[in-house]
């Protein structure tokens, strides 16, 4: 019978129906009594609802969770900006570097890297003593050869990556253990050769090309006026 037809499809696939916003409201207004077929087709609604309902529980809390380290993640760029920006010295400007940095950005090593004429790749070119390596030489070049960039700069401010062997000079007795690492691009100004500023991190999934970089991009961007400013004195 064409009845028995029609009832083996729709349960053989509800969605001909669950689909149907008019069938549906009238499946939700109809009683048990009416016949097997709207019992089945009832419960199959009740199942695709319960379905919907943990999708958008699930997605629920990703967004809560996505939003909260999104937050997290701005105050930690604040808080660093406030600390670069803060000293009145050059060396209490590296110490933060040095210092305050890793904690508020849950790093395990912070470099700074300028151009210059005659300088070896990874000298060290700090004040004496602790300081000493929290700022290292690259020679003319050395920003995009590190960064892995052939001819000009690209225009990408962010570089996040694996540590590659090129962190060994860089890194020194730290380079076996950084596993990812966040690459700024300083504007140093006009007539300055370019700068870096380097993340370096144990954690592997730290830093990969998949993320957002406007934060640290905005780091970076505060970070070359901080050093245009001690650069000008």
């Given at each position: 019978?064409?009845?028995?037809v029609?009832?083996?499809?729709?349960?053989?696939d509800p969605?001909?129906v669950?689909d149907?916003?008019?069938?549906?409201?009238?499946?939700?207004?109809?009683n048990?009594?009416m016949?097997?077929?709207?019992?089945?087709?009832?419960?199959a609604?009740?199942?695709?609802?319960?379905?919907?309902?943990?999708?958008?529980?699930?997605?629920?809390?990703d967004?809560?969770a996505?939003?909260?380290e999104?937050?997290?993640?701005?105050?930690q760029?604040?808080r660093a900006?406030?600390?670069?920006?803060?000293?009145?010295?050059f060396e209490?400007f590296?110490?933060?570097?040095?210092?305050d940095?890793?904690?508020?950005?849950?790093?395990?090593?912070?470099?700074?890297?300028f151009?210059?004429?005659g300088?070896?790749?990874?000298?060290a070119?700090?004040?004496?003593?602790?300081?000493?390596r929290?700022?290292?030489?690259?020679?003319?070049?050395?920003?995009?050869?590190?960064?892995?960039?052939?001819?000009?700069?690209?225009?990408?401010?962010?570089?996040?990556?694996?540590?590659?062997?090129?962190?060994?000079?860089?890194?020194?007795?730290?380079?076996?253990t950084?596993m990812s690492?966040?690459?700024?691009?300083?504007?140093?100004?006009?007539?300055?050769?370019?700068?870096?500023?380097?993340f370096g991190?144990?954690?592997?999934?730290?830093?990969h090309s998949?993320?957002?970089?406007d934060?640290l991009?905005?780091?970076?961007?505060?970070?070359?006026?901080?050093m245009?400013r001690?650069l000008?004195?």
């Open positions: 019978m064409v009845k028995d029609v009832r083996r499809s729709i349960l053989a969605s001909m669950l149907d916003r008019d069938m549906i409201k009238a499946l939700i207004g109809a048990a009594d016949g097997r077929n709207v019992v089945d087709l009832r419960g609604l009740i199942e695709r609802l319960e379905g919907k309902l943990d999708q958008l529980e699930v997605t629920h809390r967004v809560v996505a939003a909260y999104n937050l997290a993640g701005t105050h760029i604040h900006v406030l600390t670069v920006l803060a000293p009145s010295t209490d590296l110490r933060a570097v040095a210092v940095l890793p904690g508020i950005m849950t790093l395990d090593a912070i470099k700074l890297c151009e210059g004429d300088v070896r790749a990874g000298q070119l700090g004040p004496e003593g602790a300081l000493h929290t700022v290292l030489g690259l020679p003319k070049g050395g920003s995009a050869a590190y960064c892995g960039e052939n001819g000009e700069t690209e225009t990408n401010r962010v570089i996040l990556r694996r540590a590659t062997r090129a962190g060994s000079l860089i890194y020194r007795n730290q380079a076996s950084i690492e966040a690459i700024l691009k300083l504007d140093l100004g006009a007539g300055r050769l370019p700068g870096l500023l380097i991190s144990r954690d592997a999934s730290r830093f998949e993320q957002g970089t934060l991009s905005f780091l970076g961007a505060a970070f070359g006026l901080a245009q001690w000008a004195e």
